[in-house]
């Protein structure tokens, strides 16, 4: 029987992009990572994936989605913070399709400094932040590229913009779509669930934390994490996440 399958109309460079993610993360599914969604094929002009099979949310489900995240985000060998999936070139893509910004790919020594200036400062003369709300970011990115942020969390791979619509709950489990995969920190993508919020997050985090222990402090820097999301939707979509955007960066400014 045919498998039933999802035709998205995303082409060339992003759709290579999308695939290049989709590939990198599922190198780590032998080793017990997060499920990936299959890519069927991919042309200039769209891109097939298996249609995943939805079922409802549960607390095993999420439990156990967090303990193959934290395997998906173990990465062997030395990364650097920023790096796209190996073999791509140049910079990637992040945001809905409709709108997609690039994403830089530039690699760097501290987190700090690839949060700063790979995901902050790239996105700040776009969103609409002017004057003084535009100098508390820029002064948050000082405080970031001096390490103050920084943990002794080894580089990971992510998802890159796990919120919660791209994690599909399935009779087998969760299935991640729809990556912007890079190298960072860990904490960005469980922030991203917590952004819009993920269902049964708690059971998530402690499946993930039954793994892979976080650093202490990670819920103080959860909106820290997320606040490059909050940033790439002021560009996108302006409104109140310009105002969002500025009382997160206060906090930690």
């Given at each position: 029987?045919?498998?039933?399958?999802?035709?998205?109309?995303?082409?060339?460079?992003?759709?290579?992009?999308?695939?290049?993610?989709?590939?990198?993360?599922?190198?780590?599914?032998?080793?017990?990572?997060?499920?990936?969604?299959?890519?069927?094929?991919?042309?200039?002009?769209?891109?097939?994936?298996?249609?995943?099979?939805?079922?409802?949310?549960?607390?095993?489900?999420?439990?156990?989605?967090?303990?193959?995240?934290?395997?998906?985000?173990?990465?062997?060998?030395?990364?650097?913070?920023?790096?796209?999936?190996?073999?791509?070139?140049?910079?990637?893509?992040?945001?809905?399709?409709?709108?997609?910004?690039?994403?830089?790919?530039?690699?760097?020594?501290?987190?700090?400094?690839?949060?700063?200036?790979?995901?902050?400062m790239p996105?700040?003369?776009?969103?609409?932040?002017?004057?003084?709300?535009?100098?508390?970011?820029?002064?948050?990115?000082?405080?970031?590229?001096?390490?103050?942020?920084?943990?002794?969390?080894?580089?990971?791979?992510?998802?890159?913009?796990?919120?919660?619509?791209?994690?599909?709950?399935?009779?087998?489990?969760?299935?991640?779509?729809?990556?912007?995969?890079?190298?960072?920190?860990?904490?960005?993508?469980?922030?991203?669930?917590?952004?819009?919020?993920?269902?049964?997050?708690?059971?998530?985090?402690?499946?993930?934390?039954?793994?892979?222990?976080?650093?202490?402090?990670?819920?103080?820097?959860?909106?820290?994490?997320?606040?490059?999301?909050?940033?790439?939707?002021?560009?996108?979509?302006?409104?109140?996440?310009?105002?969002?955007?500025?009382?997160?960066?206060r906090r930690?400014?």
């Open positions: 029987m045919a498998s039933s399958t999802f035709t998205k109309h995303t082409s060339g460079r992003p759709a290579r992009w999308e695939v290049a993610g989709l590939r990198w993360l599922a190198d780590a599914v032998p080793a017990g990572g997060a499920s990936i969604v299959d890519v069927m094929s991919a042309d200039e002009s769209t891109l097939t994936e298996r249609r995943v099979e939805s079922s409802s949310p549960s607390p095993d489900a999420a439990t156990d989605f967090g303990r193959r995240l934290a395997t998906t985000h173990s990465l062997d060998g030395p990364a650097r913070w920023g790096q796209g999936p190996p073999g791509w070139d140049g910079p990637g893509y992040q945001g809905p399709n409709e709108h997609l910004l690039e994403l830089s790919l530039v690699a760097h020594d501290t987190w700090g400094e690839m949060y700063a200036d790979g995901r902050l996105l700040l003369p776009d969103s609409g932040l002017r004057g003084g709300d535009a100098s508390i970011v820029e002064k948050l990115c000082e405080r970031l590229r001096d390490g103050d942020f920084d943990t002794d969390d080894a580089a990971a791979r992510l998802h890159g913009d796990l919120w919660s619509g791209n994690v599909m709950w399935s009779p087998d489990g969760c299935v991640l779509i729809d990556p912007s995969a890079h190298v960072g920190h860990r904490e960005t993508d469980l922030a991203a669930l917590a952004l819009f919020g993920a269902p049964y997050l708690d059971g998530i985090l402690e499946g993930y934390q039954q793994t892979y222990p976080l650093a202490d402090g990670w819920r103080e820097r959860v909106p820290l994490h997320y606040l490059s999301m909050v940033l790439m939707h002021a560009v996108v979509f302006g409104g109140g996440y310009r105002g969002q955007v500025v009382e997160i960066a930690y400014a």
